[in-house]
């Protein structure tokens, strides 16, 4: 299988975890991101969607005692704002169903669980950006499978 090409795309991470944002980074710069910008929290973040149009926002669930989510249904709110319908994966180590459903609710077009393999995270943010390309957004893409109880 081929390496997922991220050319020319600008991606925002939202991770408070150093190490983790470090990886991601590395991860999306190896991929061919061609502009890589990262957020330790939510105020970093803002500065960031304010400053500059991306194609992609990486967002951690669990920000430092905040929801990361806060960020992703304010964006989705302000539909005047540049960055109102970026393309967001929400990376997370949280796999329960309700924190998936929460992020739909909200306007996540992926979900992907921590940790996650390079060519993983780059082809489920090029298939959300041929998604959106072909109908815009629509259901949210999500390794996360359950399956019903039969008792």
Request: aromatic residues 4%; negative net charge.
């Amino acid at each position: 299988m081929s390496q997922p090409c991220l050319q020319n795309l600008r991606v925002l991470i939202v991770e408070d975890v150093n190490a983790i944002r470090s990886l991601v980074r590395r991860i999306v710069t190896g991929l061919g991101a061609s502009e890589v910008h990262d957020a330790p929290d939510v105020a970093t973040a803002w500065a960031a969607l304010d400053t500059a149009p991306f194609d992609v926002m990486l967002l951690d669930y669990e920000l430092a005692g905040e929801v990361g989510l806060s960020i992703l249904e304010e964006l989705r709110a302000r539909t005047d704002h540049p960055n109102s319908d970026v393309a967001v994966v929400v990376l997370t180590g949280h796999a329960e169903a309700h924190v998936v459903k929460e992020a739909v609710q909200k306007g996540a077009d992926a979900y992907l669980v921590k940790p996650v393999a390079p060519d993983v995270l780059g082809n489920r943010i090029l298939q959300v950006l041929e998604s959106r390309a072909d109908q815009g957004p629509s259901a949210p893409e999500s390794e996360v499978v359950w399956r019903r109880s039969t008792r």
